[in-house]
């Protein structure tokens, strides 16, 4: 991923002191060369010019101590798991050391073992450190001193460990941070000269940045932690940077590109699509029409932001857009994050489309072979008109006749070159992208900031509110009461299990117990199970069965988080709600609250009051604002986490957080787009260097972005 030669780029493996098993370890943190191993940055420092002496320790606020190991336990207790603790001492005191469920750190420690540590100082009959950083001095005994010796380290080994700052490297499973500090070492001395510079001098100048030896010199061995400091700050910018660039490479080719199409409204399609609704379209609804019908007329092409809360109705904005272009003589394409979600467009959708003569398919990763290449035929000659996919839709084979509109779903789930990705399937064809998930105003101009914003503020007439309460969990009797009563009331029911990784078997099974268990208890009542493993084809049956009320219970995983719009569901019930983000729970209870009931989310926990889950929570019960709530996650667990799962829109930075570092977000950002401003296509030769790194960046999907 990152500009290196071809030495760089061998297998991390070889690197003196790594070898194949610590190399699979490392492949966990993402470092598979010795290029990406330097830019392996750590997770904190810790400063030994700060240790203090044990008895002068204060508390309640962070310290770093030297001592000896004293004493070690390893206790399995019954509702915390597994407690780390040592006991350190340094002549003027001792301290206890405790972690929480760390079995890497089960056979850590030794007694007589020197140590540092550093961490948050509390008091509970002695002084405490509750999981803190440490660091083990590796003693000069004969068999290390040996080992070491072996490998030529002796001279590294006395130089890791004058420096007084201690760099902290995310960990896992068989690697110590001395296994990688001493890599470090050798891997700077031997490789470091061999980076290319990735920023222009005038950058580097401008803000006081480090060159690119220095900076990781300084990320790995600073001498002073404000070293650090700067050299990470360069890694920030330059990461924004290079993102920005994107943005801005579309913004502008697009302003400039007159080549879009002029496709008007000409009622053929629309005004019967519209006549066939069985609900009159809000003022809201029209109001984002009219700007997009706008859009659409004009010569240059639309590139459009729609924002509108869960259940605001936003889906069918996008079938009239999309109408448009076909009543125009082009096809239309729409990309869901999920399968789940393409499919429930394309079964609620094709039959009123194919009463207007419009022809619709569902492509996604589980469409079959044979079935595959017919719908490739059929979108290569445009025999069909529109398509409903999830990213399979991107995938090279799909050729369109005429791509006059693409329209994004969800589209935080998506990363800005699967947008451009589906852009590319046409030739400067519309664009429409809509999102439920607010963000902040600053990070959204930035992040969607080649894209313009329409809102979609109310919802539709008639809704009822949705009331959401916390449960605990020895009250569990009373919701299953509750759900009884609501059966008789023919309402209908997601019970919801934290299947946040389809990958987790683990939860697969407590998601499959539930589905058991409420089948027993509930025998009256039809109950289904879905989740990311059910096949395709089940999964649609099952899904059409809930819809058409075949189903009373579904018990489900997160796999209905986005999207999913069946009006009668008007329970939820929500288990383990301490798993999950604010703005995914939100998402969640966008499921119901879409019909004329009062709708009710009820989350089942056993987290107690006065605990920051509980507050959290609680919260929740209280908000039913998007907003509010996206801002709170901001708040509590940082951007990368608004979005829930690991999938989300914002582009997963290796080095950069939103929050903490908007500032740089900004200065990039101008940098990128007034360079763009002035090079459009970077074709002179001051930004030779940007333009090669740019491209070696972001390889072969850099035709996606028209430049050069
Ligand atoms: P979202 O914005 O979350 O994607 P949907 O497009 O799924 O919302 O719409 C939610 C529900 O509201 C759907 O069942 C849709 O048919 C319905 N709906 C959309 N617009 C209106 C309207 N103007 N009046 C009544 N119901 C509407
Ligand atoms: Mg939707």
């Not at 904190?44 to 606020?61: M, T």
Request: a positive charge; hydrophobic letters at 40%.
């Amino acid at each position: 991923m990152f500009t290196t030669t071809s030495t760089l780029e061998s297998p991390v493996q070889y690197l003196k002191g790594i070898g194949p098993k610590k190399a699979k370890h490392l492949k966990r943190l993402n470092v598979e060369t010795i290029g990406d191993f330097l830019f392996l940055v750590p997770r904190r420092y810790i400063d030994r010019s700060n240790i203090v002496k044990i008895r002068e320790l204060p508390l309640d606020i962070e310290g770093t101590i030297f001592g000896k190991i004293v004493a070690t336990n390893v206790k399995i207790t019954k509702n915390k798991g597994l407690l780390v603790t040592i006991l350190v001492s340094d002549n003027t005191g001792v301290l206890e050391a405790i972690w929480f469920n760390r079995p890497d750190l089960k056979d850590k420690f030794r007694v007589n073992q020197k140590i540092i540590l550093s961490g948050i100082v509390t008091f509970r009959y002695r002084k405490q450190m509750i999981n803190p950083f440490y660091e083990i001095i590796p003693e000069n005994t004969n068999s290390s001193r040996k080992s070491i010796a072996t490998n030529n380290f002796d001279q590294s080994f006395k130089f890791v460990y004058t420096g007084g700052i201690i760099p902290i490297y995310p960990l896992t499973e068989g690697l110590t941070n001395w296994d990688i500090r001493r890599s470090m070492r050798y891997a700077i001395d031997t490789y470091c000269n061999d980076l290319n510079e990735t920023l222009p001098i005038n950058i580097l100048r401008k803000y006081n940045f480090p060159n690119i030896v220095q900076t990781i010199q300084n990320i790995h061995f600073p001498e002073k932690i404000t070293d650090a400091q700067i050299a990470y700050k360069r890694l920030v910018f330059e990461e924004f940077f290079y993102f920005e660039l994107i943005l801005a490479l579309q913004k502008l080719n697009i302003l400039r590109s007159t080549k879009g199409y002029i496709l008007e409204d000409k009622g053929i399609l629309t005004q019967k699509f519209i006549a066939s609704l069985p609900f009159k379209l809000t003022p809201g609804q029209l109001k984002v029409l009219d700007e997009i019908r706008n859009d659409m007329a004009r010569p240059r092409p639309m590139n459009r932001l729609l924002q509108g809360d869960v259940g605001s109705g936003k889906t069918v904005i996008a079938i009239y857009a999309m109408l448009i272009a076909i009543e125009n003589g082009y096809q239309a394409a729409l990309m869901a994050p999920t399968e789940i979600l393409a499919e429930q467009h394309y079964f609620v959708w094709y039959q009123r489309l194919k009463e207007l003569g419009v022809s619709s398919c569902l492509l996604t990763g589980s469409t079959k072979i044979k079935e595959r290449k017919l719908l490739y035929e059929g979108i290569r000659t445009g025999n069909i008109n529109l398509v409903f996919g999830t990213h399979a839709l991107i995938e090279e084979n799909v050729m369109f006749h005429k791509l006059g509109i693409a329209v994004v779903d969800e589209q935080h789930r998506f990363g800005v070159m699967q947008r451009a990705a589906l852009l590319n399937k046409g030739i400067n064809p519309d664009f429409l992208v809509m999102t439920a998930t607010p963000i902040p105003r600053t990070l959204q101009l930035t992040i969607y900031g080649d894209l313009d914003v329409s809102k979609l503020v109310e919802k539709p007439p008639g809704r009822k509110k949705t009331i959401t309460r916390i449960v605990d969990e020895k009250n569990r009797s009373q919701v299953y009461q509750f759900i009884k009563e609501s059966l008789t009331k023919k309402r209908q029911i997601y019970i919801v299990c934290p299947l946040i990784d389809e990958s987790e078997k683990m939860d697969l099974r407590a998601a499959i117990k539930t589905y058991q268990e409420i089948q027993s208890i509930f025998k009256e009542a039809r109950v289904g199970l879905i989740h990311g493993r059910i096949k395709s084809s089940e999964r649609i049956k099952i899904m059409e069965d809930f819809r058409n009320h075949q189903l009373d219970i579904l018990v489900t995983t997160t796999v209905i988080e986005v999207g999913i719009d069946i009006p009668n569901a008007s329970i939820m019930i929500i288990e383990h709600p301490e798993r999950f983000g604010l703005s995914q729970l939100h998402q969640l209870r966008g499921r119901i609250g879409r019909g004329t009931e009062v709708s009710y989310c009820i989350l089942i926990t056993s987290v107690g009051p006065n605990s920051i889950a509980y507050e959290r929570l609680k919260f929740f019960e209280q908000t039913d604002d998007g907003f509010l709530l996206a801002e709170k996650d901001l708040e509590i667990r940082g951007p990368g986490e608004i979005f829930g799962t690991r999938q989300h829109g914002l582009p997963d930075f290796h080095f950069a957080d939103l929050k903490r570092d908007e500032h740089l977000l900004f200065k990039a950002r101008d940098e990128a787009f007034s360079l763009i401003e002035k090079d459009p296509r970077l074709e002179r030769s001051e930004n030779q260097l940007i333009r090669n790194t740019f491209l070696k960046r972001f390889k072969n999907r850099i035709g996606l972005l028209r430049v050069g």
